[in-house]
């Protein structure tokens, strides 16, 4: 595994296997996710591989009802609106990506700081099939 690049390629790869996998600096022990070659913290290049939980809270979001195409095609639109949020991991790396579990319609009722769980949305079949990272809402503990 540590033998692949740093790319978005190599992230897709992992992701359909169900595992996120992001980049971390060997010099600073910056994070990345989705992983990059080059270091945003100190502009190293020397990467390793590391491997995330999946498990975060929700730290913004905004609910989307002019979609892109490619979720206009999945009937995401002004009459069904989807929320994409920024998660912060439990490593402290945020990530962006479609929260489910919520309603879209009741934005006032989605908090920030709600527990989130990593999913893999698989769409299409063979060489078509694309795995995203979605967020769940993980219910209260009652
Ligand atoms: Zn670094």
């Given at each position: 595994m540590n033998d692949k690049p740093f790319s978005d390629t190599s992230y897709q790869q992992f992701l359909s296997e169900e595992?996120?996998?992001?980049s971390k600096c060997r010099k600073c022990g910056a994070?990345?996710?989705p992983p990059r070659p080059i270091c945003i913290s100190c502009l190293g290049s020397d990467m390793?591989?590391?491997q995330f939980n999946g498990t975060g809270q929700l730290a913004a979001f905004t609910c989307i009802s002019v979609a892109?195409?490619?979720?206009?095609?999945?009937?995401f639109g002004r009459n069904n609106p989807y929320v994409v949020g920024v998660v912060e991991l439990d490593e402290g790396v945020r990530s962006v990506a479609r929260i489910l579990g919520v309603d879209a319609n009741k934005?006032?009722?989605?908090?920030?700081?709600?527990?989130?769980?990593?999913?893999?949305?698989?769409?299409?079949?063979?060489p078509?099939?694309?795995?995203?990272?979605?967020?769940?809402?993980v219910p209260p503990r009652s």
């Open positions: 595992k996120i996998m992001g994070l990345a996710l390793s591989w590391t892109p195409p490619h979720m206009a095609r999945e009937g934005p006032d009722q989605i908090k920030v700081g709600t527990s989130l769980k990593a999913e893999f949305l698989e769409k299409g079949e063979g078509d099939k694309h795995t995203s990272l979605v967020f769940r809402i």
